[in-house]
Nanobody, 113 residues
Framework: QVQLVESGGGLVQAGGSLRLSCVAS????????MNWYRQAPGEQREFVAG???????NFADSVRGRFTISRDNAKNTMYLQMTSLKPEDTAVYYC???????WGPGTQVTVSS
């Protein structure tokens, strides 16, 4: 199993930036793709971005060009750099590893207009 813990959320004004982190522990040697998802109030959880162990990335259309995903395999940590934030980016952001169907507890991001 893999345990995931997110951090870095907070309150920011529109146009601002935040960097989220996700630290993995457990069977970390077998992690390939790591992902960020988010869930806004009353909405379904949606894919935000993903990154393979080799550094290949994928983004939702709604964040492409504004968000950057990266990972430090030596630190077992994945990052989500969010810039030009919009109120519609407000959500709880989750780290997810599909191989083990593991979710972190989430971190709240609130963007004020």
């Amino acid at each position: 199993q893999v345990q995931l813990v997110e951090s870095g959320g907070g309150l920011v004004q529109a146009g601002g930036s935040l960097r989220l982190s996700c630290v993995a522990s457990g069977r970390i040697f077998s992690i390939d793709t790591m992902n960020w998802y988010r869930q806004a109030p009353g909405e379904q959880r949606e894919f935000v971005a993903g990154i393979t162990s080799g550094g290949l990335t994928n983004f939702a259309d709604s964040v492409r060009g504004r968000f950057t995903i990266s990972r430090d395999n030596a630190k077992n940590t994945m990052y989500l750099q969010m810039t030009s934030l919009k109120p519609e980016d407000t959500a709880v952001y989750y780290c997810y590893v599909g191989r083990y169907n593991s979710w972190g507890p989430g971190t709240q991001v609130t963007v004020s207009s």
